[in-house]
């Protein structure tokens, strides 16, 4: 079985219980969106499913002592719950290069790109007063990239390869910033 964003949004809801991590869900799941509107327009939605999905086992998985079982244990759950979508597991897995599967795709290295930048412009949001995504700037999310202690656990390498999409890392910050600024209430940005 494909699978809807209703049934997504379902499936983590019941694997998924901190706020942090379903706000990051949907942080990627809006950026993904964003990007297949400029890459992949016709699936728009199976791109947003994959942001959404992405880190499912965040809770059901000791990834912090092994981060090679962070992905195929989305994968394990997604098929528990009848899903079987090869292309799915394997983008969501490419998020996550320790899994075994490196992105080879526009949609792998997308998913790769997007999860970090998520976390990226959400800790430049957070050094404005207001601390919203809306004050951000993508000049200031730019010049933050550079400063290696900043955000340091958000992966630089990895929100480069946006590249190998055809996008510059500049389109991605600017979609990232517009797409987080369009539900920044559920992400209390």
């Known amino acids: ?34 990007l297949a509107k400029r890459l992949d327009p016709e699936r728009v939605e199976f791109w947003g499913i994959v942001g959404l999905l992405h880190d499912l086992d965040e809770e059901h998985c000791d990834w912090e002592h092994d981060l090679s079982v962070h992905g195929p244990t989305s994968v394990e759950i997604l098929k528990k719950e009848g ?51 809306a004050s951000v700037k993508a000049k200031s999310v730019r010049k933050r990239f550079t400063e290696a202690r900043f955000a340091a656990g958000a992966n630089r390498e990895y929100m480069s390869m946006i590249t190998h999409t055809g996008l510059t890392l500049d389109d991605l910050i600017d979609i990232a910033l517009e797409e987080m600024n369009a539900i920044s209430d559920q992400l209390g940005l």
């Open 1 to 34: 079985m494909s699978i809807t964003r209703e049934q997504a949004h379902e499936i983590l809801m019941k694997y998924m219980e901190g706020e942090r991590y379903i706000q990051h869900s949907y942080a990627v799941e809006c950026i993904m969106r964003g």
């Open 83 to 133: 899903v079987e979508d090869q292309e799915l597991f394997d983008a969501i897995c490419s998020h996550n290069p320790k899994s075994g599967v490196k992105a080879k795709t526009k949609l792998q290295y997308a998913v790769l790109a997007a999860d970090p930048m998520s976390g990226f412009c959400k800790a430049v949001a957070q050094i404005y007063p207001d601390k919203r995504i």
